[in-house]
């Protein structure tokens, strides 16, 4: 059973056993996971902050406040689905691993490999439909119903970004997973 305890601690990620090719691709995805992550908790204290700045002067100064519940949605959204990508190549994503060391080795290989298969194509389809629902929202101008009216571009725009990120660490992943059955053969 994983309880994350395992994980490095340096939250440096090896790289994957890939192709020579696609060596270039897994360096660049695990440098922009690093960039990632250090904006994304940015976002974090940010949200926080605003939504803290919010309950006081609401409730303390009695000012009402129209924009920062969604400019706080607007950051969270964004660091959830801007990390995902890095919490995969940690193999960090919540799995049954109760199974896993029960199996034989090779089929634990084609277990995960079949997984990050279809997980990958669950992330591709979902990331499809965010930059077509980015595309709309910036095309047509589409806003949030608030007085503030931010643009949904950003929100879908954060999304899809995301989950294009995380199927392409999927992929790598499935990519790597198959190079080692080959290497073992």
Request: proline share 5%; hydrophobic share 50%.
């Amino acid at each position: 059973m994983s309880h994350g305890f395992e994980l490095n601690p340096s939250g440096g990620q090896p790289p994957l056993p890939l192709p020579k090719v696609l060596r270039p691709v897994d360096s660049l995805l695990r440098w922009v996971n690093r960039l990632v992550m250090g904006t994304s908790m940015l976002a974090l204290l940010l949200a926080s902050a605003i939504l803290t700045a919010s309950v006081f002067l609401r409730y303390f100064l009695h000012v009402p406040t129209d924009w920062q519940d969604e400019a706080a949605v607007f950051l969270l959204v964004g660091a959830t689905f801007l990390c995902g990508a890095h919490v995969q190549a940690q193999r960090g994503h919540v799995g049954i691993e109760a199974v896993a060391s029960l199996l034989p080795a090779g089929i634990n290989r084609a277990r995960k490999a079949f997984c990050d298969f279809v997980s990958f194509a669950f992330c591709t389809f979902f990331s499809w439909k965010s930059w077509t629902l980015f595309h709309e929202a910036y095309v047509d101008g589409q806003t949030t119903s608030s007085s503030w009216a931010p643009s949904l571009a950003i929100p879908y725009g954060l999304m899809a970004a995301g989950m294009s990120l995380l199927a392409l660490q999927l992929l790598l992943q499935f990519v790597a997973g198959c190079s080692a059955k080959e290497e073992q053969k």
